[in-house]
Each structure stands twice: as C-alpha cells, then as structure tokens.
C-alpha cells in the first residue's frame, strides 16, 4: 500500500504564491507517475501537473502553465507544487495523486488533499 500526505495549503492573496508538498510512503515503485489533481466546490476534479518519477519529465494543464511548477525529490519521496501568480480561479482541494501507465496514466493512490484559497 501507498500512502501520500498533502501539507502547505492555505489563504493566499490573488498574485501571491504557495508550495504544496507530498509525502509517499509504503511500497513505492520507481516507475510510477505523480500526479497533482484539483476540485472546486461544485466541479468535477481535473488535472494540473504531473511528473515521471524516473525521468523528470513533466506536463501541465493549460491553465496553470507559465505558473505552476511540479518538481520532486527523490531522497525525501516527496513531489512539490510550487504555485505562483494564483488566481481566485485556482481556489480548489488540490490532491496528490500516484499512477502509472504507458498511453493512458490510471491513478491508484490518493492523497488525502489540501485547501486552497485565493482571495481577491
């Protein structure tokens, strides 16, 4: 089993910056995808960054792109959120999520999410 922690969420001004971290622990592999998930109240949840773990690479939603910056360390386990330049629009619970997949990436793990809220 994997458990991922999500911690450094909070209230924020519009244009102010947060970093949310992810802790993983239990049986990781080092092949797995970590994903950074977001829902607004009365929205369905949608997807923000990810980040291959071996490779570094990562891919983000349009709507974040040029803000957002997903990031990892390795020796911690742990997957950050850097997030500046926030919008009212980017207030949601911002979920970490692992998974793995070639074409399509299933998440199976979790987290269990952390407030956003950015005042205007």
């Known amino acids: 089993q994997v458990q991922l922690v999500e911690s450094g969420g909070g209230l924020v001004q519009a244009g102010g910056s947060l970093r949310l971290s992810c802790v993983a622990s239990?049986?990781?592999?080092?092949?797995?995808?970590m994903g950074w998930f977001r829902q607004a109240p009365g929205k369905e949840r949608e997807f923000v960054a990810r980040?291959?773990?071996?490779?570094?690479?990562?891919y983000y939603a349009d709507s974040v792109k040029g803000r957002f910056t997903i990031s990892r360390d390795t020796a911690k386990n742990t997957v950050y959120l850097q997030m500046n330049s926030l919008k009212p629009e980017d207030t949601a619970v911002y979920y970490c999520?692992?998974?793995?997949?070639?074409?399509?990436?299933?998440?199976?793990?979790w987290g269990q999410g952390t407030q956003v809220t950015v005042s205007s």
């Open positions: 239990g049986r990781t592999l080092s092949t797995y995808t």
């Open positions: 980040i291959n773990w071996n490779g570094g690479s990562t």
């Open positions: 999520a692992q998974g793995k997949g070639i074409v399509t990436i299933k998440y199976d793990y």
